[in-house]
């Protein structure tokens, strides 16, 4: 399946969020998703499905000033 993850097209074999921000990062706080423009809350991750062609953005947080 292809998703498109922060403005790159990647082919994913994961169906839910979850298992996707488990690829992409290794971070366990500080992570946010949306999926098609919506906040996907943490405790959807696991039951949020991802499809053909949907745009996710994933965003961790920084340290720093």
């Known amino acids: 399946m292809k ?3 922060n ?3 990647r082919d994913v074999d994961v169906v839910s969020v979850e298992g996707l921000v488990e690829q992409l990062t290794t971070a366990r ?3 946010a998703v949306a999926v098609n423009g919506e ?3 943490r405790s959807s991750w696991p039951a949020a499905q991802l499809r053909d062609g949907d745009r996710v953005e994933v965003l961790t947080a920084a340290q720093g000033g």
């Open 3 to 5: 998703v498109i993850v």
């Open 7 to 9: 403005g790159a097209t």
């Open 29 to 31: 706080r500080g992570v």
């Open 39 to 41: 906040v996907v809350p």
